[in-house]
């Protein structure tokens, strides 16, 4: 009977040992002030359950628990949200984010070893426009898109769900062409990250 017991003790433990607790990679967060409103996006790669279950996400400001979900995609943006700009509002000063995956052995959660800054909600009035304000020849495009007026700035494609599809820096110029012939048809937001704003625009990629 010792012996069978003792057979249990070590068969639990090697089936601990064997669960995937692999972490969350590639965390990505950003996050702009639109006048005046304010939009986020947070991302994480899903990671290889190998012969586990995945269970979801915890998603975490500083040590605090804020939310467990199965998507693995947290985001506020003005095509829709699943979440809400109060995220960015914690103790009213800058944290930081991390992620952990939540295995269906025993709810195992991972460890984590990426985490991401949030500067918190941003506050202000809304600027004067200047002269030479950034334009788009055309939200709806086939395989560039063309901006006028673009000083330099950071440029970043979101898919409707929040994922970056693309990112690069203008050189300054009057007319810069970006290349998206190898983005999927549909719809995807643009952000241009000037040096005291961002610019979002509604792309429509045929």
Not at 59 to 71: A, F, M, P, V, W
Not at 86 to 93: R, V
Request: with cysteine.
């Amino acid at each position: 009977m010792k012996r069978f017991i003792a057979f249990l003790a070590v068969l639990s433990l090697a089936l601990s040992a064997s669960a995937q607790i692999n972490e969350i990679k590639n965390l990505y967060f950003s996050q702009w002030y639109d006048y005046p409103y304010n939009f986020f996006t947070l991302n994480w790669e899903t990671p290889d359950p190998g012969n586990d279950t995945l269970q979801g996400y915890r998603i975490y400001r500083n040590n605090e628990l804020y939310k467990t979900q199965t998507e693995n995609a947290l985001f506020h943006l003005p095509t829709g949200s699943n979440s809400s700009d109060t995220f960015l509002s914690f103790n009213n000063s800058s944290f930081y984010i991390h992620v952990v995956a939540v295995y269906n052995h025993d709810s195992l959660a991972s460890t984590y070893s990426d985490s991401t800054l949030c500067y918190g909600l941003a506050l202000g009035v809304k600027n004067d426009s200047p002269v030479n304000y950034p334009e788009i020849e055309s939200t709806i495009c086939h395989s560039a898109l063309a901006i006028n007026n673009c000083p330099q700035c950071k440029i970043t494609m979101l898919d409707l769900s929040g994922r970056p599809v693309l990112n690069q820096e203008t050189p300054q110029s009057k007319h810069t062409e970006i290349n998206i012939s190898k983005l999927t048809p549909g719809y995807y937001l643009l952000l241009l990250n000037l040096e005291n704003s961002v610019q979002t625009f509604k792309i429509l990629k045929i």
